[in-house]
DNA sequence: ACCGCTGGTTGATATAGATCAAGAAAGCAC
DNA sequence: GTGCTTTCTTGATCTATATCAACCAGCGGT
C-alpha cells in the first residue's frame, strides 16, 4: 500500500479495497515555505494531507497576523468554510517550510461519495472530531491560564517546536511571544 | 404546518413533503428550571429543539462551574459527542429557566436517513456550520478584548440578557461576572 | 408585607500577561 | 566564513482583568 494511501485509509477510516481507487483523487503536489496554500477572501477549493511540513492559517486583525492554526505532518487542512459551501476562504493559509501534499480538488471530494457507500457518515464523523476538539480549544481559554494552555500544548504537541518559528505558536495559544518564551525558560530549570 | 414542523424544516432545510413524517420522531417535552437535560459521564442520546427557554451547557474545572455555552430559543441542545459517537457526555446541561423542547432520540436520529434522501449531507452541513461559529469564537478569544468580545455578543445575542443571569453569560465570554457588570456599566453612559 | 436568597453592583487591591526596548542567537544568502 | 535578517530572550514598566469584600436589589415563598 502506497503512503499516500496509508494517510487516507487512516484519517477517514475507508474500507482498504475502495483505497486504491479513492487515492487516484488525491494527487501529488508540494509548496515551497512562505508560498499560499489559501488567500482569504479567495475560493479554496483544495483539500490537502500534509505528507511532510507544516502550514499555518491565519487571518489580520487591527494589521496584526493571528495565528488560528498551525497543521502539521499527518493532518488535514483546507478551509472548510469554502470546500463546504462554495464561499471565499476566511483565512489566510501559508506554508511554513517547504510542504509536500496529497490534495483533492472540491469537485473531486464531491464525486466520492458515488462509490464510497458510507462517505457521507465518514465526512460527518470527521468534521464532528473536529467539532470537539475547538469545543475543548474554547472551553481552554474559558478556563486556564496561559501557562496551562502551553503545558497542555506542550504534552499533545510537542513537536512543533522543532518545526515552525514561536511567535506562531504563541499566536495560536493565544498569547505573546514574550510570554511564551518566558515559560519556556520557566519550566526548564 | 405545525411550529413543531417548522422549527425542524427551518433548522436542516428538509423538504416540506417530508416534513410530516420527520416531525413523528420529534417528541414535546418539558424541562423545569434547573433540571438537567444531561450529565457529564453519562450517557446524552437526546437532540432538542427549544421552542421556549434555554439551557447552559458547563463543565466543572477546579471546583468552579465553566459556562462553555448557552442555548436558547430556536436553537439546538445535545452533547455532540455523546449523540454522535455514543460515548459519555462530555457537558453538563441544565435549564436556565422552564423549558419546551421537540426532542429526537439517539437511534430515531439515525433513521431519518431512511426516508430523507440527502440527510447525511443535510447533517453534515448542519455540524460544519456549527464547527464554522466555534472557529469564530476561538479567533475571539486570541485577537478580542474582554470588552470587545462583550461588545460583539450584545450585536449578536442582546436579547439573553433579559432571559439568563449574567453571571452564565460572562463565564462564557471568558470574563467574571464583576468584569461584565463593569463594562456594561461604562456602555450605558 | 416581610424574610431570605440569589444575583448584581461597586470599590480597593493584586496580578497575569502585554507592551516597549534592547540585546543575543540563529538562519540564510552570498 | 561573513554579514544581514529574522527570531528569540530578557528586563522594566504598564494595564486589563481578576480577586476579595461589602453592600444593594429583586423576587419567590409563606
Chains 1, 2 share one sequence.
Request: aromatic share 12%.
Amino acid at each position: 500500500m502506497s503512503s499516500k494511501e496509508q494517510y487516507i485509509g487512516q484519517y477517514f477510516g475507508i474500507q482498504p479495497q475502495l483505497l486504491p481507487q479513492t487515492a487516484t483523487f488525491f494527487k501529488e503536489h508540494a509548496l515551497l515555505k512562505n508560498e499560499y496554500f489559501c488567500r482569504q477572501g479567495r475560493n479554496c477549493n483544495t483539500l490537502s494531507f500534509i505528507r511532510s511540513g507544516a502550514l499555518r492559517v491565519f487571518a489580520y486583525q487591527d494589521g496584526k497576523e493571528v495565528t488560528q492554526w498551525i497543521a502539521a505532518e499527518g493532518e488535514l487542512i483546507t478551509d472548510l468554510s469554502s470546500i463546504m459551501f462554495g464561499t471565499t476562504a476566511r483565512w489566510e493559509i501559508q506554508a511554513l517550510s517547504d510542504c509536500e501534499l496529497y490534495s483533492i480538488e472540491r469537485n473531486d471530494l464531491n464525486r466520492l461519495g458515488d462509490f464510497i457507500p458510507n462517505w457521507p457518515n465518514l465526512e460527518k464523523t470527521f468534521i464532528s472530531k473536529c467539532f470537539l476538539m475547538l469545543e475543548d480549544r474554547v472551553f481552554s481559554f474559558l478556563s486556564m491560564t496561559a501557562e496551562e494552555r502551553y503545558q497542555q500544548f506542550l504534552v499533545k504537541r510537542m513537536h512543533l517546536f522543532n518545526e515552525v518559528p514561536h511567535q506562531y505558536i504563541a499566536s495560536m495559544l493565544g498569547m505573546t511571544p514574550e510570554t511564551l518564551s518566558r515559560l519556556r525558560n520557566k519550566n526548564l530549570k
